[in-house]
Structures are given as structure tokens and as C-alpha cells.
């Protein structure tokens, strides 16, 4: 792969007008074609397969119309002090309101708080329930402008309005963050290559390749029926690997360079070595995103296949338009250890024989292996203790900032009606197979309001067959609390029992329901998710390094940043701890969906990361150095490139930790911390420490798998031969330069 890579370096060095020309073209096609295609779709969320899903489905079926799966809005009224919603003032501004909202197109019911018994026992606190014919990803934006107008004149009327549910839900997300870690690029890669042109190169080959991914999935968005939400991830994942995989390109091209190397033959060197870490790296990371289709969550399948796209796409440009621009700079970016003109007056650094960081840090672990190894096995498995009470759920509006309206509005329900008012379960009785319905449904309901932490059972509505049923039941505990998990679990199987005596079938559903089911599905896919990605990525590694002990290393050290990064999770967000610093106002279970996001996207970082540091080391150990030289090797040429792309990842990441979300501030903090984990505790000192008890032996493949394996070269051993052919004056001759 080495020699095929280092003659598509030079190919398109000296080609830079044809590759660039290409590059251009796909970018301008991909923009006219995101331009002309329709809107992007915003496909309801669905979970195939669970219990609350099969009961959408059916009341789709059954209650045609009834927008069973649709947006909901709780308006909730409070009385001024020492009046009654009952009074006849307040009464009629509730009306007012409610007729204003029965106007809008998407709302296919508005109940009367006075006729639906939806007061507060002391008469202080009512609330509507508003539902819509779609979901709230589909809401239209004047329609949650209609209902945020309308609760600020009734609040104009002297209540207290606040909206509660899932209608005021934002799909749209801020750039702040990705331009914030845009500019902590800039900086870290203008310190770290120490010119402006050298540092500016990866920005721009990232974006250029998250611009056209981007654009090629909104193309794509209506014939697959894509949601908004699928480009989030694969922007994000598109920026981090693009910017790492033309950093390390870019780097390898400034140290060829500094060996006294030709700039055509520095480039053909550059993508022939760190080129083929690069494709390997992606392939990593192709493999966690893929991976995810394996959850049977749509939406998690969607971004997974869209992001790796833009990975795929990341590593094309670095491999071909990143040589092309590094032709068109010339002699703009210098070789390593010498700075541009403008930071540095083109001078070389002083004393550029003495060891850099990575080399004393290096030399210092190598000596010292067993401590190192010790001392960060122990911290980091201290930091992954609280994973032990880790506790999955999704959460509610009660985990929301005590300023968002939500929030509000929840305190309310639970001040007035009790906690479980907030997390209603819609239960569904089919019976289609049965005789008397009615009986079955008094007997389900009979059996389900004598059940503990049942707060109240709804009368039923039957369908116009009068073979289906639904009511509501209000649980005595809040939606996210393992009680009222635990109540849904006995309703199945207690409400079923009973249902099944009379040839029926009892579904659970709604809100809270299809949480606990998201979150039970995503938990039992996250061992299988696992042992897939990890499994198919310790095979690469073996044909990367043409190693057992290494790859085993590389996935042993990954699961270990993970925990630890879990344990930090539960600490801040279950425990609290340092919570007040990190914006947490409210502590409850970790969101379902963090452990198995984080193993996609951490891990896919922590092969990238392993892959460009390693293979350096594997460089020179190949090419003659002792096991242990050839660690110092790959830390004096490797580390501070490595170190400057982790950093630039706890950037990107760390900039979500300031959202208002409880979800996205949790993502933020566990990504940075895993990153951060990862990047200098396993990479920079566990990896080097293992490599040296290991000596020699951290090499070995037996031979028989030896010789079966295909020889991938990512070491570039067979580049020397290519060496003295570039030299040969005939074939100068013939190299048609554009």
C-alpha cells in the first residue's frame, strides 16, 4: 500500500491543477445539487421492534386520525396569589387561549382543563393538553410561535402560563460550537507548524470535505427520507477527522523535508507513510459509525452511515488534494523546525538537535515502565469505579434549566397534580379476538389502579369498531425515576395476564414508556455494538502492525479511557459532584444514548490517535532500532502532532459543554473527557510503557498467520526502492508536469 500511496502523492503533486480542478467541481456540484433539492425530511422518531412502537402502530391503525405519536404541549395556568382558576376572570382568559389555539392547522385536539377534570384540587393550577397531528420534529415554526403567542396573552391576563411536552423542542443546532473549535484549531495548528500557510492547509481541506459531505446528504435527504438531525453527527466527525488526517499528512511532509528530501519526493514519502496510517485510521472509524446499524434505531443507523461518508471523504482529500495544495504553496511551508517569515523570520529553531518533548517524555517512560504503567492503570481504573452505579434512562423536562419555560411548567404539574403527571402512560388494550371489551378493559384498569405508585386510571375511549381501547394512567412517581420504570415492567406483565384471560392484548405506550423501551434497547446493544467494533478493528490492527499483543493493547487501553470517562459521567450527573461548576442543576439518570455514542465516536478518535503513533514507532523498528529506540522514535516525530489533535478534539467538544441541554452538555463533557483520557494517559504514557516491558515481543505474529496475512506496508519499507527509482535522470524526463 506504501508504494501505491507514494506514487499517488507524487501523481498528484505534480497534477495539482487536474486534482484541484476535480475537488472544486465536486464542491460546486454538491452545492448546486443541496441548493435545488427539496427540503430535508424530518421523519418521526420510531423505535421497530419495542412494545410502545407496536402500540403507536396500532392506534394508527385502529384510531385513524388520532395522531397517537404526535407532538404534545401541556399549557399550564396558575391563578394569581389568592384567586382560583375557577374564578370567572381567569376561566374566560383560559378560554380565550384555548380557542386561539384550536386555530392552528397542526393541532388535532385541544382539551378543556374544566371539562377534563385537569385542576388542581386547590384550585390554583390547570393545565390543557394540546396534541398535534405530527411530530415535534415536524412542527412547523409558526406553529410553535402560535403556541409561545398565545401563553403570553393569557400571561398579559395576569397568569402564570408555562409549556410543558415536547412541542417547543429545538431541532436546530448552533454554530457556536463548531466555530469555537474552528478557532482552537487555527491557533493550535499555527503553534504547532508554526506558519500560518502550513496551519491554515487542514482547515481548509476540512471544511471543503464537511462542506461537499454535508451537501451530498442533503441531497440524498429526500429520497431516503433522511431527518434534519442526520447531518449533526457527521459534521462533527467530518471536521475532527478532517482536520487530524491533513495534520498528520502535513506534518509528515514538513519532516521529510527537514531529512533534506525534494518537496515532490517529501510528498510521495509523506502520503506513502502517514498516508496509509490515514486510510487505516478511517477504516477504524468507518467501522464504529457502520457499526451502529446494528442498534435497530433508525435515526442512530442514518447518522452512522452519513458520517462515515464524510470520513470516507476526509480521507480521499487527504490523500489527494492535500499533496495538490502543498504543490501550489511550494516553498511557503518549510521544513520542521524552521518557522515562517512572519512568526518567525524564516529562521530555524535554535538547537534543533536537542530532544524535543516527545523524546524526553519518551526516554522518561521507557526507563521508568512499571511506575508509569501502575500508577495510570490504578488512576484511571479509580476514575471508572462510579461506573458500577451507572443508571441509563432518557431525561425529562425536570432535568431542564430552571429558565426554560419547560422546566416551569413541570414544577407546576408536579406542585399541583404530583410528579407522575408529567410522564402520563397511554395503555392500549386490543381486543379484536375477544367478546365483551368493555369487561376486559374494567378489569385491566381495575387491576392496574390497585397497583403501587398508581396515582390515577383514566376512563377508556373506545375506537368506532369497539375492538380497541386506550386510557391513561398517571404514575405517583416523576418520568425518569427507576419506580416508574419499574411500574411500566408490571403493568406489561400484570395488565397483560389479566388482558390475556380474555383473548386480548395489552400495549403500553407514550412518552415516558417509549424512553424506558429507547433505553432498554440501546443498553442491550451496547455489549454486541462493542464486541463488533472492537473486534473488527483488533483484525485491522493485526494487519496493520502485523501484531497480536499490540492490537490487543490498542482495544484494552480504548476501554479503559471509556470507563473512565463513564465514571466522570456518573460522578457530575448521577452524584453531582462539581456540578454547580459545570451548569448541572439537576442530577438523574446518564442519558441512554452517552455510552454507546461515545463508544462510536471515542473510539473511532483512539484508532486514529494509536494508529499515527504507533505506526512511527513500527516505522522504525522495522527499518532497524531497537524496541525500545523505536518508541523514543515514534514519540520524537509523532507525539506533538498527536497531542495537538486531541487537543483540538477537547475543543470541539468542550464547547457543547456550555449548552443549556442536559443531553448535549453531557455528550460535551464525556467526549472531552474520554479524548482527553485517552490522548494522554493511555496513548502518551500506557501505550509506551507496555511497549517497553514488551520489548521485541510486542511484535511478534506467528508465523503461520504471518504468512497468511497480506503484506499492507504501512511502514514504508518498500519505499526505498522507489527512492532510488525517482532518482533515475530518465524517468525526470519523463514526468509531465501541468
Not at 381495575?446 to 394512567?473: C, H, R, S
Given at each position: 500500500?506504501?508504494?501505491?500511496?507514494?506514487?499517488?502523492?507524487?501523481?498528484?503533486?505534480?497534477?495539482?491543477?487536474?486534482?484541484?480542478?476535480?475537488?472544486?467541481?465536486?464542491?460546486?456540484?454538491?452545492?448546486?445539487?443541496?441548493?435545488?433539492?427539496?427540503?430535508?425530511?424530518?421523519?418521526?422518531?420510531?423505535?421497530?421492534?419495542?412494545?410502545?412502537?407496536?402500540?403507536?402502530?396500532?392506534?394508527?391503525?385502529?384510531?385513524?386520525?388520532?395522531?397517537?405519536?404526535?407532538?404534545?404541549?401541556?399549557?399550564?395556568?396558575?391563578?394569581?396569589?389568592?384567586?382560583?382558576?375557577?374564578?370567572?376572570?381567569?376561566?374566560?382568559?383560559?378560554?380565550a387561549a384555548l380557542e386561539e389555539l384550536s386555530r392552528g392547522s397542526e393541532v388535532a385536539s385541544v382539551a378543556d382543563p374544566y371539562e377534563s377534570h385537569a385542576v388542581s384540587k386547590d384550585g390554583t393550577i390547570a393545565y390543557a393538553s394540546v396534541n398535534y397531528k405530527v411530530s415535534s420534529m415536524e412542527l412547523e415554526v409558526s406553529t410553535q410561535d402560535a403556541l409561545e403567542e398565545t401563553a403570553q396573552e393569557a400571561r398579559s391576563a395576569g397568569l402564570t402560563v408555562e409549556i410543558g411536552g415536547d412541542?417547543?423542542?429545538?431541532?436546530?443546532?448552533?454554530?457556536?460550537?463548531?466555530?469555537?473549535?474552528?478557532?482552537?484549531?487555527?491557533?493550535?495548528?499555527?503553534?504547532?507548524?508554526?506558519?500560518?500557510?502550513?496551519?491554515?492547509?487542514?482547515?481548509?481541506?476540512?471544511?471543503?470535505g464537511v462542506a461537499i459531505g454535508v451537501c451530498a446528504i442533503t441531497i440524498l435527504s429526500k429520497p431516503f427520507d433522511l431527518s434534519s438531525s442526520t447531518p449533526t453527527l457527521a459534521m462533527m466527525i467530518g471536521l475532527a477527522v478532517g482536520i487530524d488526517y491533513a495534520l498528520f499528512i502535513v506534518s509528515r511532509y514538513r519532516a521529510e523535508l527537514a531529512e533534506g528530501r525534494s518537496r515532490e519526493e517529501a510528498v510521495g514519502r509523506a502520503v506513502g507513510t502517514a498516508g496509509s496510517a490515514v486510510v487505516f485510521a478511517g477504516l477504524t472509524v468507518v467501522i464504529a459509525l457502520v457499526g451502529l446499524t446494528i442498534v435497530n434505531v433508525p435515526m442512530l443507523t442514518e447518522m452512522g452511515l452519513a458520517s462515515s461518508g464524510t470520513v470516507v471523504i476526509a480521507v480521499l482529500i487527504a490523500l489527494t488534494l492535500v499533496p495538490a495544495l502543498l504543490s501550489y504553496a511550494g516553498q511557503k511551508v518549510k521544513p520542521a523546525g524552521e518557522k515562517s517569515k512572519l512568526l518567525g523570520g524564516g529562521r530555524r529553531a535554535k538547537n534543533t538537535d536537542a530532544p524535543n518533548m516527545g523524546t524526553r517524555w519518551a526516554s522518561f517512560v521507557v526507563r521508568r515502565p512499571v511506575a508509569v504503567l501502575i500508577t495510570c492503570v490504578v488512576g484511571l481504573g479509580a476514575l471508572a469505579l462510579p461506573t458500577t452505579s451507572l443508571e441509563?434512562?432518557?431525561?425529562?423536562?425536570?432535568?431542564?434549566?430552571?429558565?426554560?419555560?419547560?422546566?416551569?411548567?413541570?414544577?407546576?404539574?408536579?406542585?399541583?397534580?404530583?410528579?407522575?403527571?408529567?410522564?402520563?402512560?397511554?395503555?392500549?388494550?386490543?381486543?379484536?379476538?375477544?367478546?365483551?371489551?368493555?369487561?376486559?378493559?374494567?378489569?385491566?384498569?381495575?387491576?392496574?389502579?390497585?397497583?403501587?405508585?398508581?396515582?390515577?386510571?383514566?376512563?377508556?375511549?373506545?375506537?368506532?369498531?369497539?375492538?380497541?381501547?386506550?386510557?391513561?394512567?398517571?404514575?405517583?412517581?416523576?418520568?425518569?425515576?427507576?419506580?416508574?420504570?419499574d411500574?411500566?415492567?408490571?403493568?406489561?406483565?400484570?395488565?397483560?395476564?389479566?388482558?390475556?384471560?380474555?383473548?386480548?392484548?395489552?400495549?403500553?405506550t407514550g412518552t415516558t414508556a417509549m424512553n424506558i423501551d429507547f433505553s432498554q434497547t440501546l443498553s442491550d446493544a451496547l455489549v454486541p455494538y462493542l464486541c463488533l467494533v472492537v473486534g473488527l478493528a483488533f483484525l485491522l490492527l493485526i494487519l496493520v502492525f502485523r501484531s497480536i499483543l499490540v492490537p490487543l493493547k490498542a482495544a484494552l487501553g480504548f476501554l479503559l479511557s471509556v470507563l473512565a470517562a463513564l465514571g466522570a459521567i456518573v460522578a457530575v450527573f448521577q452524584w453531582g459532584w462539581l456540578a454547580g461548576l459545570l451548569g448541572v442543576e439537576e442530577t438523574g439518570p446518564v442519558?441512554?444514548?452517552?455510552?454507546?455514542?461515545?463508544?462510536?465516536?471515542?473510539?473511532?478518535?483512539?484508532?486514529?490517535?494509536?494508529?499515527?503513533?504507533?505506526?512511527?514507532?513500527?516505522?522504525?523498528?522495522?527499518?532497524?532500532?531497537?524496541?525500545?529506540?523505536?518508541?523514543?522514535?515514534?514519540?520524537?516525530?509523532?507525539?506533538?502532532?498527536?497531542?495537538?489533535?486531541?487537543?483540538?478534539?477537547?475543543?470541539?467538544?468542550?464547547?457543547?459543554?456550555?449548552a443549556s441541554e442536559s443531553m448535549i452538555?453531557?455528550?460535551?463533557?464525556?467526549?472531552?473527557?474520554?479524548?482527553?483520557?485517552?490522548?494522554?494517559?493511555?496513548?502518551?504514557?500506557?501505550?509506551?510503557?507496555?511497549?517497553?516491558?514488551l520489548g521485541d515481543k510486542a511484535w511478534w505474529l506467528p508465523q503461520r498467520l504471518n504468512r497468511l496475512l497480506p503484506n499492507v506496508d504501512v511502514e514504508g519499507e518498500g519505499l526505498r526502492g522507489e527512492h532510488e527509482k525517482s532518482a533515475d535522470p530518465d524517468d525526470e524526463q519523463k514526468l509531465v508536469r501541468v
Open positions: 500500500m506504501a508504494t501505491f500511496l507514494y506514487k499517488l502523492g507524487r501523481l498528484t503533486y505534480r497534477r495539482r491543477h487536474f486534482v484541484a480542478l476535480i475537488w472544486v467541481a465536486l464542491l460546486a456540484l454538491a452545492g448546486i445539487g443541496a441548493a435545488a433539492a427539496p427540503s430535508a425530511g424530518t421523519s418521526s422518531f420510531s423505535m421497530p421492534g419495542t412494545e410502545s412502537q407496536k402500540a403507536f402502530d396500532l392506534l394508527d391503525e385502529r384510531f385513524p386520525g388520532s395522531s397517537a405519536d404526535g407532538a404534545t404541549a401541556r399549557v399550564v395556568f396558575k391563578a394569581p396569589s389568592g384567586e382560583k382558576m375557577t374564578d370567572a376572570t381567569n376561566k374566560a382568559a383560559v378560554e412541542a417547543l423542542t429545538s431541532n436546530e443546532a448552533s454554530a457556536a460550537t463548531e466555530i469555537i473549535g474552528i478557532a482552537v484549531a487555527a491557533v493550535v495548528l499555527v503553534i504547532t507548524f508554526g506558519s500560518l500557510l502550513a496551519a491554515g492547509l487542514p482547515l481548509l481541506t476540512a471544511l471543503i441509563l434512562g432518557l431525561g425529562d423536562d425536570g432535568t431542564k434549566p430552571t429558565s426554560t419555560t419547560q422546566r416551569r411548567a413541570y414544577d407546576l404539574l408536579s406542585d399541583g397534580f404530583g410528579p407522575g403527571f408529567n410522564g402520563p402512560l397511554m395503555v392500549v388494550v386490543d381486543a379484536k379476538g375477544g367478546s365483551d371489551i368493555e369487561g376486559t378493559v374494567g378489569s385491566v384498569s381495575d387491576e392496574i389502579g390497585g397497583l403501587k405508585d398508581v396515582a390515577q386510571v383514566t376512563p377508556a375511549a373506545y375506537n368506532k369498531a369497539g375492538d380497541t381501547a386506550m386510557f391513561t394512567v398517571f404514575p405517583g412517581s416523576k418520568p425518569s425515576s427507576v419506580t416508574t420504570e411500574l411500566v415492567h408490571t403493568i406489561r406483565d400484570k395488565g397483560s395476564a389479566v388482558a390475556a384471560d380474555d383473548d386480548a392484548r395489552l400495549l403500553v442519558m441512554s444514548m452517552v455510552p454507546i455514542f461515545m463508544v462510536g465516536v471515542v473510539f473511532g478518535l483512539a484508532m486514529d490517535y494509536e494508529v499515527f503513533l504507533v505506526t512511527r514507532m513500527r516505522e522504525a523498528y522495522v527499518h532497524g532500532e531497537r524496541a525500545t529506540e523505536a518508541v523514543v522514535t515514534g514519540f520524537k516525530y509523532s507525539a506533538r502532532v498527536v497531542a495537538a489533535a486531541a487537543v483540538i478534539m477537547m475543543a470541539v467538544f468542550a464547547g457543547f459543554i456550555g452538555k453531557m455528550i460535551g463533557f464525556g467526549l472531552a473527557t474520554a479524548v482527553f483520557f485517552d490522548a494522554f494517559i493511555v496513548r502518551m504514557a500506557i501505550v509506551p510503557a507496555v511497549l517497553a516491558l
